[in-house]
């Protein structure tokens, strides 16, 4: 191999290991990530008979129904009290995934799984604090799952924006996903809309946080 041979050889590993060395993160968050959550399937959680749940709650003049940006219609009985202003429904699809919406008055804000509280900030644009919130499942003897990272973060969040909310088991094949529905006025009260369901992966997500919160808010959840 001649000296302009060489020169070519080693320009050429030069350029290829700066082009890998600059997309390193977007590569590396596209096979820890994206792959990952693209393995997840929704499906029925609450129910076996969502075909006929759907179609009862549709034909309930009391039910509200919306249609997200996916074009996916969705159903809801008329909400019940849960505790001193807290109200819970029942979401359920035409592709019949379902899952528990709850109601919650926007001057107590929104707190459960890891949303730590949630503000309005104009229009049904609203900013939630994202935090471990100290999260485990099980009891004095035994830990099922638990988050051990201490993280906080914020993120704004617009109507029919979803994300993963927690890993349910340390594998990640198991992960539950809260989609924002906006603001509704009940009796003269506005209540912030969130409604959480159940999602599977044979391959299993990345279950480090705040990292996968994040990255699932980008996510298109194609069935919601």
């Excluded at 035994?142 to 993120?155: L, N, Q, W």
Aim: charged content about 20%.
């Amino acid at each position: 191999m001649n000296d302009s041979n060489k020169l070519f050889v080693i320009s050429s590993a030069i350029v290829l290991i700066l082009l890998i060395s600059i997309n390193y993160n977007s590569i590396h968050d596209y096979y820890v990530y994206s792959v990952p959550l693209n393995s997840l399937v929704l499906g029925p959680n609450f129910s076996t008979d969502n075909v006929e749940q759907f179609q009862k709650i549709y034909n309930d003049e009391n039910s509200e129904c919306f249609t997200t940006l996916n074009e996916n219609l969705f159903c809801y009985p008329k909400p019940r009290m849960h505790g001193e202003s807290m109200m819970v429904s029942y979401v359920v699809g035409t592709n019949e995934i379902d899952g528990e919406l709850h109601f919650d008055p926007i001057n107590k804000g929104v707190s459960y799984f890891t949303m730590k509280n949630m503000t309005l900030v104009k229009g049904d644009t609203v900013l939630i604090t994202f935090a471990d919130n100290d999260y485990r499942v099980g009891n004095a003897t035994f830990t099922k799952y638990e988050i051990t990272e201490d993280f906080e973060f914020t993120a704004i969040i617009e109507k029919f924006d979803s994300f993963i909310a927690k890993c349910n088991n340390y594998e990640g094949t198991a992960v539950t996903i809260v989609q924002y529905l906006g603001i509704d006025t009940i009796d003269e009260v506005d209540y912030f809309l969130t409604w959480h369901m159940l999602a599977d992966s044979e391959k299993g997500v990345t279950c480090d946080y705040p990292q996968i919160i994040k990255h699932s808010l980008d996510h298109d959840f194609r069935e919601l």
